[in-house]
């Protein structure tokens, strides 16, 4: 049995398998999500777990190069847009509509659902590489 760190095996299987440009999608209790995605499912009541909490623990164990969120975040949940942001720092943001970030989802690798209740609590991930290993010499 493992340890220490990411505990679930899914979540844990699904990033072994992830590549550079690879992309995965935390999402809301909400999100419509088609039955041909790979869909992990931790949600346990309402906000429990909450979105910012996986979010923190998927980025502990993933590079990431850039990031997917909506305009309707953005202007209806200005706070967890500016914690999203604020925790990706280092990440290319690209916010489009909900829309198309429902069409974008289709492409995931696999999608971890919370039992968040903040709408639109949504994000791909794009997968980065690790810069000091893949460095050039």
């Not at 429902?102 to 794009?126: H, M």
């Amino acid at each position: 049995m493992k340890k220490t760190g990411l505990l679930n095996r899914d979540i844990s299987a699904l990033i072994s398998r992830l590549g550079h440009q690879d992309t995965i999608c935390i999402s809301d209790a909400g999100l419509a999500i088609p039955d041909s995605i790979n869909l992990i499912d931790v949600s346990l009541e309402d906000n429990v777990p909450r979105f910012i909490e996986v979010l923190k623990l998927i980025k502990k164990n993933l590079f990431i190069e850039r990031i997917l969120l909506t305009d309707e975040l953005k202007n209806n949940c200005p706070n967890m847009f500016k914690n999203v942001t604020n925790l990706f720092k280092k990440a290319k943001l690209e916010v489009i509509t909900h829309k198309d970030f429902k069409e974008r989802v289709r492409l995931c690798k696999g999608v971890i659902r919370t039992g968040e209740f903040t709408a639109y609590s949504n994000v791909i991930l794009v997968t980065g590489a690790d810069p000091e290993r893949w460095a050039t010499n």
